[in-house]
């Protein structure tokens, strides 16, 4: 994976990272289908270093289909 064409390297002390996961899916959709969301948020000393998310829709139906939560 390459870096960003304008992104900067600076040297961050581990010690002032945090990280924040989370995770959205409907509880209520006892199957299990639906889309569902994962998403992390990366700090240094409280300021945002990046957001990286990903997602996955699982249907079963013939007619499922996913919208974005």
Do not use: F, N
């Amino acid at each position: 994976m390459e870096p960003h064409p304008t992104a900067t390297r600076t040297q961050v002390d581990p010690a002032l990272l945090s990280l924040e996961l989370r995770h959205h899916h409907h509880l209520t959709d006892r199957s299990g289908d639906g889309l569902q969301v994962w998403s992390a948020r990366i700090d240094a000393d409280g300021e945002p270093l990046g957001t990286p998310s990903a997602a996955r829709c699982l249907s079963t139906g013939a007619a499922a289909t996913c919208t974005s939560a």
